[in-house]
């Protein structure tokens, strides 16, 4: 048993280490599964030797010579920085003069000098000008070349139109729909295609009247020749355009142009030609679906066209259909209401057009300084948003809600004094009782000297020395330290309540203007023309601005963006600016202003305006004929009506006043 | 010790017929050769375990083992590129074809191995670089490994350097890819193109139509809307990490770190250097470096020396100058560091510039102005600069930590970006496109995948905001300033059970209203049928019934294809005290204000310091944040938001608790649109559980119990507290003013 025993240990012993011999042997072909065959790889591969790879550059000396300096830039390559010199714009204000143009003056030429000649930007001569505008003739010839021509550096071209000669040595050219091929970015600008009757000033409002996504049916309109549309129904399982569709197009109707608000989609064929179906697409609220363009888009350079358009392979006709149908309402809501901003803010005038070329370029000088892409980019536009105010958008009224911030907490009172009176040290005494009020400043505009002693106040005051013109209370002062200002008269009657309750309104409203009294509009078929009452009424379209809360930025728009010939009117009609201050707000909110209650509203129906004493049952003539003329002015009526006041909410209501907050408001 | 511990434990049961001293020989044997074998595998198995982790069923091999292909001399070269190439025209659409996740499908081919005629390898076989870009698109949902189905082909041959290529070769070895097609569709990265004494700015490789992802293209060279621009990379960004810094004023104002520069353009930063000294810093190459310190690293000034990148952080404005190439690997240090580039490189495309807004975070200098750089800087206000600095850097840290604000969550809307510089900085736009290989892949295959996709493009906004941006701001979905028409008229919806007295009453007293436009009764029903149409009263605008699969509250709120105008009233079928003129002139209001509920009995939410939560408020107060839908205008969007688009589980909760849909609507709207409501008209006694207070106290109290319990579970579900507190109501413009009542357009307002 002893021999049994030892040969089973010994062969135990051996088997188990010809196991162990064996596993060290192949140990690979035991444990590992079999690999992927090659060729049919899942993925890239993870190499085992890796880390052993070298890096990419590791391998580069640094180039020890020199990179050459500046290329002389060739004319068909010309790039913003190498072909247009920026130091000849003093301040890095932009200045343009027109050359008279070439050959004879068309009609588009003086639409383009009279939009020109309105824009803060016009120079009155050469010396002055960084850039020169040239207006080509319609002819190959471009006609001759004006004088300072300087092989095209720091000129434009500019053509309404397809721009009829090629490029011309260093000039950056503007022209309509500009072909892929020849566009220079960042260096030429590329305007829309405008039809012959575009209107100079103005315009036509947007076509679109509701939020909704979809009108009704959703339908497909193609662009034709000539300005006509096809209407389609995408539920067709028919490809509706181009040569790739086999089927039948299947029933369509032809419409001329009035059918177009009603599609939600229009498709644009890529050719340039179509380039004029987009505009009409954009008035009608309908999304623009371009097909492979091969021209550039108007103001490409600044417009996120994706957030108004699409851009669509034509060689997809199928796909792009299916997208279209399968697109949220939420995306096509957005997209709609874009197209409809776009127009109004840029397009729909010829001077829109020529503005935004000229901004474009100011904001290429300015460089870092220049609007930031969300002005561009959403209401009111970057030719009412003026980056020279504050390079923070939180500063501006309008972009709280995207920037996430909330209009500031306390204001300044703005008081202009014209005559010196009494109630001015009562008025002191009620705003300074405001706790929301950081300052109060006095314009004086007196022709006697201000008073050498001021009422004690709990907030600063300070006096500014005004240049007694009726303009000056919209001056932007330095002076004027919060983005809000309470915008009063001498002669204003307020109660500290009242002021702290319109102040906690405007919070709410900070893009709008915030009153107490009201003026209304309305169109007189007597006198073929605007009219203005200061009666009461259920309705109002303009704040007295004697009395009134608004955004600090204002004062800068009204001072560098209103056309100098209204401001000058205004200033020889002290009443008129209050109008044109109203016309420009609303020509930026497209709102009414908001209406507050005043307790004194019965007393002095009439208001504070004007200096002269006791109430003016009419607006005075001059103050009628001043309101048609800045209606005029702006090409178009902005005003906007409100039936609406805002009250406390617990305004009259029967309990206890001690509940109120705003008791005083109540009383009579 | 153990296992033998074990085994004599386990001894007697498997071999029970053994003497104890053999069993003491056979369990020692057992042992030996299970610890043999245990040894054996841990030896064998180790390495390849730790490295297969992680990644099961992924190819390993060596790449040395790589098949090799031959190229012959006289093989096909491909044309040059085609500077006319647009993707209409270049590109091959319909190998994309439709794709329900709007995701183009990228093919990689197989890593091989070039030779020429004479055996001679063409270049080297991949760099690191190129292996982790291929590993980062392979991990991707772009990947595919079906070459029939791709769309996008990526080569695996590494031109990432155009140095070390043998081009001519190269090209070779492109053209006889399977489905090289000219290049249409197949993707090639490169970030150091050109070479002496030229430095091309684009890849010199014959290259016909493929789509090029290049580091350094200038304006001649980019074909817009079809090659991509990227960033050259830089090892930095994994090498070092750098420590977020606030934005704000730092040790040096300008500073250039770049070796290699131009001698002229050195004399033009010395220059400044001396003119403004102390807050110029130019540095150079360390020529007195002590063995054994990486170059690469060290920065010098005269005998000072400083550690780079570190050094960046302490410049408000970092100089990247071209130098033989026009992109530099230092933009993606500069960045890292939070300071603001100041890009000198004529014609040069920003990295990612079809989608990035490059404005928003850089200074971009033309050459011939590099000597008046520093004035032009100087006229940047230090807000704009510490934005752009915020562009570069934001934190990640600032995932909004919802509990620490829990008991401020009024406060998050208003929460100021430039707080958020307290809490740390990391790096936006680095972070986000520039930190790895993997990122600047997959933002380049993004780019493309936006062009073949459009209608599911990423915004702007996307790109560009920061995250804190992103979550601050509100993009209101009826952002256009409009008043819709009043012609349009409204669709008044009346939710109803089976009180059809009370129904009738309101229908009776809402077609009163002049601006109806059609009457929507919701039958919520499903015992009993509405009453014959004989029954009900007849209104001269259309009356339709809609009748409904379940008793739920939200059927008040979905999109009904019946809803034809934009603006609708909600009614409950209780509400007979509200007169027509307040109807009339509560759509008014809502034109005014179209993105915003309006409605008639306001209600208020309050912070409830002793409980630590969301108190819900019906008294007579002076606030308002919220109206009840059971008699309130909106617009028909919200509906549509309501049923489709509401957060979480609200609208089951909603549901399952019988109430709370009006609390739930005035979130969604107060959420997106981030306004407040507006309350119209005086109060005035309304029917509804709270107010009435017929049952007693105790059921009024239960009532406000779960209300408040509905704020709480709301505001935590959508992490925030939308609603807006506001003071004011809207009345009539002469209501109670001393005027003729017959003049007034909305006479009887308030009347009880």
């Known amino acids: 048993m002893p021999l049994w025993r030892r040969k089973s240990f010994w062969l135990a012993l051996s088997v188990s280490w010809l196991l162990l011999i064996l596993l060290g042997v192949f140990p690979l072909r035991l444990a590992v599964p079999p690999g992927p065959l090659p060729g049919c790889s899942q993925g890239w591969p993870r190499w085992l030797d890796a880390a052993f790879l070298q890096s990419f550059s590791q391998s580069e000396t640094l180039p020890k010579d020199a990179p050459q300096l500046s290329q002389a830039p060739r004319g068909s390559s010309c790039t913003w920085g190498a072909c247009f010199d920026t130091s000849k714009c003093k301040g890095n204000a932009l200045k343009i003069f027109a050359h008279s143009p070439a050959g004879t003056t068309t009609e588009a030429h003086r639409r383009i000098l009279d939009s020109l000649e309105g824009s803060r930007y016009y120079a009155l001569s050469p010396t002055e000008a960084c850039l020169h505008l040239f207006l080509p003739s319609q002819d190959h010839t471009c006609g001759p070349l004006p004088p300072y021509w300087n092989g095209g550096r720091n000129h434009l071209v500019l053509s309404l139109y397809p721009a009829p000669c090629t490029r011309l040595g260093q000039a950056m050219v503007a022209e309509a729909s500009p072909s892929l091929d020849i566009f220079r970015p960042g260096f030429d600008v590329a305007l829309p295609y405008l039809p012959e009757a575009h209107p100079l000033q103005g315009g036509a409002p947007g076509q679109l009247q509701q939020h909704s996504p979809q009108p009704g049916a959703t339908l497909l309109a193609v662009a034709e020749e000539k300005g006509r549309w096809r209407i389609i129904d995408t539920h067709a399982s028919t490809c509706p355009w181009g040569k790739h569709c086999e089927q039948d197009p299947g029933l369509h109707q032809t419409h001329p142009g009035e059918t177009l608000p009603n599609a939600t989609f229009c498709l644009i064929p890529g050719h340039r030609s179509a380039a004029s179906s987009l505009l009409q697409a954009l008035q009608a609220g309908c999304i623009p679906v371009l097909l492979s363009p091969r021209w550039e888009l108007p103001f490409s350079e600044v417009i996120d066209w994706t957030k108004a358009a699409i851009i669509a392979d034509e060689r997809l006709p199928l796909q792009v259909l299916t997208a279209l149908r399968d697109m949220l309402p939420s995306k096509i809501l957005s997209l709609r209401q874009q197209t409809q901003f776009l127009w109004t803010a840029y397009f729909s005038s010829v001077e829109k057009v020529i503005h935004t070329t000229l901004e474009i370029i100011q904001d290429r000088i300015w460089g870092t300084s220049a609007h930031p892409s969300l002005m561009w980019n959403s209401p009111p536009g970057a030719l009412l948003a003026l980056p020279t105010f504050s390079t923070s958008l939180k500063d501006f009224p309008f972009y709280h809600l995207q920037q996430g911030s909330s209009p500031e907490s306390s204001f300044s009172a703005l008081i202009w004094v014209g005559v010196s009176s009494e109630p001015l040290l009562k008025l002191i005494q009620v705003v300074a009782g405001s706790r929301y009020c950081a300052q109060i400043l006095i314009l004086w505009s007196s022709e006697k000297p201000p008073p050498d002693r001021w009422p004690e106040t709990t907030v600063p005051l300070t006096v500014i020395e005004g240049r007694r013109k009726a303009s000056d209370r919209f001056f932007p002062y330095g002076d004027i330290s919060t983005n809000v200002i309470l915008s009063l008269d001498a002669h204003s009657t307020l109660s500290t309540s009242e002021v702290d309750f319109a102040f906690v309104v405007w919070q709410s409203f900070p893009e709008r203007m915030v009153g107490f009294l009201t003026q209304n509009h309305f169109w007189d078929e007597a006198r073929g023309a605007w009219g203005y009452s200061t009666e009461m009424a259920n309705e109002f379209s303009m704040v007295l601005t004697t009395a009134v809360f608004y955004h600090r930025y204002y004062h800068t728009l009204f001072t560098h963006s209103l056309p100098k010939a209204l401001r000058t009117m205004a200033d020889d009609t002290p009443t008129c600016v209050d109008i044109l201050m109203n016309f420009l707000v609303a020509t930026v909110t497209k709102l009414p202003p908001i209406k507050v209650p005043y307790g004194r509203q019965h007393q002095e129906a009439v208001p504070l305006a004007a200096e002269g004493p006791g109430p003016v049952p009419e607006p005075q003539p001059l103050a009628q004929d001043c309101f048609s003329r800045v209606a005029a002015g702006f090409g178009h009526m902005p005003l906007v009506s409100s039936r609406v006041r805002l009250e406390p909410v617990l305004f009259k209501d029967p309990v206890s006043v001690q509940r109120k907050k705003y008791r005083s408001l109540e009383k009579p | 010790m153990c296992a033998s511990v074990k085994y004599n434990i386990r001894g007697p049961a498997l071999i029970p017929r053994m003497k104890t001293k053999h069993r003491f020989y056979y369990v020692t044997l057992f042992s030996i050769v299970l610890l043999g074998l245990i040894a054996t595998g841990v030896f064998q198995f180790w390495p390849h375990s730790i490295e297969s982790s992680g990644d099961g069923g992924v190819e390993k091999r060596s790449i040395k083992e790589v098949p090799v292909v031959r190229l012959p001399a006289a093989s096909p070269i491909p044309e040059r590129g085609d500077l006319s190439c647009r993707m209409h025209t270049c590109f091959d659409v319909y190998r994309c074809g439709f794709n329900p996740k709007n995701k183009i499908k990228v093919y990689i081919y197989p890593l091989k191995k070039y030779v020429d005629d004479a055996g001679v390898p063409v270049s080297s076989t991949i760099s690191r670089e190129y292996n982790e870009l291929l590993a980062a698109i392979s991990d991707s949902d772009y990947y595919t490994d079906d070459i029939s189905r791709a769309c996008l082909f990526v080569p695996s041959i590494d031109v990432l350097n155009q140095s070390p290529l043998r081009i001519k070769e190269t090209a070779q070895a492109l053209a006889q890819l399977s489905r090289w097609d000219r290049g249409t569709n197949h993707l090639l990265f490169n970030m150091l193109p050109g070479g002496p004494p030229d430095y091309n700015t684009a890849l010199d490789v014959p290259r016909d139509r493929a789509l090029l992802a290049g580091g350094g293209f200038s304006t001649w060279t980019y074909r817009q809307g079809y090659d991509v621009s990227i960033p050259v990379f830089s090892p930095l960004s994994t090498e070092v990490a750098l420590p977020e810094k606030a934005p704000g004023p730092r040790r040096y104002f300008l500073l250039s770190s770049q070796m290699a520069i131009h001698p002229e353009y050195r004399e033009d930063l010395e220059a400044l250097q001396a003119k403004h000294r102390e807050s110029v810093l130019v540095l150079d190459k360390c020529t007195n470096l002590s063995e054994g310190v990486l170059s ?457």
């Open chain 2, 296 to 752: 690469v690293r060290k920065r010098c000034h005269q005998h000072q020396v400083f550690d780079y990148p570190q050094v960046l952080q302490e410049a408000t404005f970092c100089v990247v100058l071209r130098g033989a190439r026009l992109g530099q690997a230092v933009l993606s240090d500069v960045l890292q560091a939070g300071c603001v580039p100041v890009v000198i490189a004529d014609s040069y495309i920003l990295p990612f510039s079809e989608v990035l807004d490059w404005k928003r975070a850089s200074v971009v200098v033309p050459e011939e102005k590099m000597s008046d750089m520093y004035s032009i800087l100087q006229n940047i206000p230090q807000r704009q600069i510490e934005e752009m600095q915020r562009q570069l850097s934001l934190s990640e840290t600032l995932l909004f930590p919802q509990i620490c604000f829990s008991s401020n969550l009024q406060e998050k809307r208003t929460f100021d970006v430039a707080t958020g510089i307290i809490f740390g900085i990391a790096r936006w736009f680095w972070e986000a496109y520039f930190q790895s290989i993997k990122a600047i892949a997959l933002a380049t295959l993004q780019i493309i995948n936006d062009r073949i996709y459009p209608y599911a493009a990423i915004s702007y906004e996307e790109w560009n905001d920061p995250p804190t941006v992103k979550w601050t701001s509100v993009s209101n979905p009826l952002f256009l300033p409009l008043i819709p028409p009043q012609s349009q008229g409204f669709t008044a919806i009346v939710l109803t059970y089976d009180r059809v007295e009370s129904l009738f009453r309101v229908i009776t007293e809402v077609s009163k209203v002049p601006s109806l436009s059609k009457l929507l009764v919701v039958w919520n029903n499903q015992n009993k049928n509405p009453p014959e149409e004989s029954l009900w009263p007849k209104i001269r605008v259309p009356l339709k019934v809609v009748r409904t699969a379940e008793n739920k509250l939200s059927n008040r709120f979905f999109p009904y294809d019946e809803i034809e105008t934009e603006a609708v009233l909600a009614i409950d079928d209780d509400i007979i005290m509200l007169t027509s003129d307040e109807l009339q002139f509560g759509y008014e209001v809502w034109r005014e204000f179209p993105d915003r509920l309006v409605g008639y009995p306001g209600r208020l939410h309050l912070w409830d310091h002793e409980m630590n939560k969301w108190k819900y408020e019906s008294e007579w107060t002076n606030e308002v944040s919220m109206v009840l839908t059971g008699a309130a205008f909106y617009h028909k969007y919200f509906n549509y938001l309501y049923t489709y688009k509401m957060p979480g589980d609200i609208k089951n909760w909603v549901d399952a608790h019988m109430n709370c849909e009006d609390i739930a609507m005035n979130f969604l709207v107060a959420n997106v649109t981030g306004k407040a409501v507006i309350k119209v008209t005086p109060r005035k006694k309304f029917k509804c559980p709270e107010c009435t207070a017929i049952d007693g106290l105790s059921l009024d109290q239960t009532h406000m119990v779960e209300r408040s319990e509905c704020i709480n579970k709301f505001a935590s579900v959508f992490g925030t507290m939308p609603l807006k507190v506001v003071e004011h109501r809207a009345d009539p413009v002469l209501y109670k003013d001393d005027f003729p009542e017959k003049l007034k357009s909305f006479p009887n307002i308030g009347s009880l």
